[in-house]
C-alpha cells in the first residue's frame, strides 16, 4: 500500500521560513519557523543558510510525527534566476547553480528550490519543483523599452521581479468562484505587502507589471517605488552615499521605513486613525500611488476589465482597501483576498503534477 500522500511546501522568507503539508489542496499544518537576526548575521551569504534551514523544516516534520515515507512530493518557492514562462519546473541543475549564485538578486527566495531539492533526493523522491517564481516575464517586446538602452534590462538575463506566484493563484481562485476559467478573464491584480506589485493578467499572461523589486510602481512599507531619476542621480553623486546605501534607500529602507521608522503598516493604520498627521499623509499617499498604478494597467487591455483584485497582507486594512478602491471601482469591480495564497499555489501545482500534468524544463 502507497503511504505517500502529502505535499511538503518550503518558502524561505528574509528572517523566517515557512513549511506546511498539505493533502491535495487540504492544508493539514503550515508552521512560520522564525529565524533570529542574531542566527541570520552569522552568514555571510543567503545561500550560506542552507544547512541551517533545510535542518529547520527536517525537526519541524519530526515535531509534527511526519515520517518522510509519507511525503509523495517537494515544492519550493522559486528563486531569482532568469526569466522564463509562468508554470510549474522541475529543479535541475541549471535552477540550483544560479539559485545560488543569485543572478538577479541574493534573496532567501533563492534557497527555495535547493532546500526542497535536497529533501525530495534524500527521502528518495528525486526530483522537487518550484512554480511561478517571482521572475516570470510575460511582456512583449514593446513593453520592455524604458527610454534609453543603457536602461533596457537583457531579456535573457534580467526581467520584472514580483509577486507572480500569489497573483496567479489569486487570479486562479478568482475565476474559480465566478465559474470561468483563469484564460478568459482579464484582471488587474495588485498585491500589497512589504513590496507592492500591481500586474494586468490578459488572457492568462501578465502582460504587464511593475518591478517590484527594483524600485518602480508604488511604493511600499519597505520600497521607494518609482522616484525622480534626476534626485535620484544627485543623491548618487553627492558623495554622501555609497552604492549600498542608495540600494538600501531603494528597496529596504524606502516607504514607511523612510518616512516613519517602521514597516509595520498596521501601526501606521493606527497611528493613521488615531490622528496622526504624518501617518495620515503616507496612508494617503500609498492609497494615491496604488490606485495610479491599477488606473495605468487599465490602459494596457483598453480598458476591458473584469475585475480588479487587491491581495497580500496589508488587504487586512477594510479603511486601506475602500480608500483604494474608491478611485477604481469605476474601472471595473473590485475583489479583496486577505493575505498570500503562496502556500495553496504550491499545494496546488504540485497536485498538478501527481495528477499527470507534465513540469516545464527550465533552460
Not at 543569485?102 to 522537487?128: F, P, R, V, Y
Not at 521605513?257 to 503598516?265: I, K, P, Q, R, S
Amino acid at each position: 500500500m502507497d503511504t505517500k500522500k502529502y505535499t511538503l511546501v518550503i518558502n524561505p522568507g528574509a528572517t523566517s521560513t515557512k513549511a506546511s503539508i498539505y493533502e491535495g489542496e487540504n492544508e493539514v499544518f503550515t508552521e512560520n519557523i522564525k529565524h533570529p537576526i542574531e542566527e541570520i548575521q552569522q552568514f555571510k551569504e543567503v545561500a550560506d543558510q542552507f544547512d541551517y534551514r533545510k535542518a529547520t523544516i527536517l525537526d519541524m516534520l519530526k515535531k509534527h510525527n511526519v515520517s518522510t515515507d509519507e511525503i509523495a512530493i517537494v515544492m519550493g518557492r522559486g528563486g531569482l534566476t532568469r526569466p522564463c514562462e509562468s508554470g510549474t519546473y522541475e529543479v535541475n541543475e541549471l535552477m540550483r547553480q544560479e539559485c545560488h549564485d543569485g543572478i538577479q538578486g541574493k534573496h532567501a527566495c533563492n534557497l527555495g528550490a535547493l532546500i526542497a531539492d535536497s529533501i525530495a533526493k534524500e527521502i528518495g523522491l528525486g526530483k522537487a519543483y518550484i512554480a511561478d517564481p517571482g521572475i516570470v516575464d510575460e511582456r512583449p517586446d514593446y513593453a520592455r523599452i524604458t527610454g534609453h538602452p543603457v536602461f533596457d534590462l537583457d531579456p535573457h538575463r534580467e526581467g520584472v521581479i514580483w509577486h507572480c506566484l500569489n497573483q496567479k493563484m489569486t487570479a486562479k481562485l478568482y475565476a474559480r468562484e465566478v465559474g470561468k476559467n483563469y484564460e478568459d478573464l482579464n484582471l488587474i491584480i495588485a498585491h500589497l505587502g512589504g513590496g507592492v506589485s500591481v500586474g494586468i493578467h490578459n488572457h492568462g499572461r501578465t502582460v504587464e507589471v511593475n518591478r517590484a523589486l527594483c524600485g518602480l510602481g508604488a511604493f511600499s512599507p519597505t520600497r521607494s517605488g518609482s522616484i525622480n531619476a534626476s534626485k535620484l542621480i544627485e543623491v548618487c553623486f553627492s558623495g554622501k552615499y555609497t552604492m549600498a546605501d542608495v540600494k538600501k534607500m531603494v528597496t529596504a529602507e524606502g516607504g514607511f521605513v523612510a518616512y516613519l521608522g517602521t514597516n509595520d503598516a498596521y501601526e501606521v493604520e493606527k497611528k493613521a486613525i488615531a490622528g496622526d498627521p504624518k501617518c495620515k499623509l503616507l496612508v494617503d499617499a500609498f492609497c494615491y500611488q496604488v490606485a495610479l498604478e491599477i488606473s495605468r494597467l487599465a490602459a494596457v487591455v483598453k480598458g476591458k476589465v473584469d475585475a480588479i483584485i487587491l491581495t497580500g497582507g496589508i488587504a487586512y486594512s477594510k479603511p486601506w482597501m475602500a480608500q483604494i478602491s474608491s478611485y477604481i471601482d469605476w474601472i471595473a469591480p473590485v475583489k479583496v483576498y486577505k493575505g498570500e495564497n503562496e502556500m495553496l499555489a504550491l499545494a496546488i501545482c504540485g497536485k498538478e503534477i501527481l495528477d499527470g500534468k507534465p513540469a516545464k524544463i527550465y533552460k
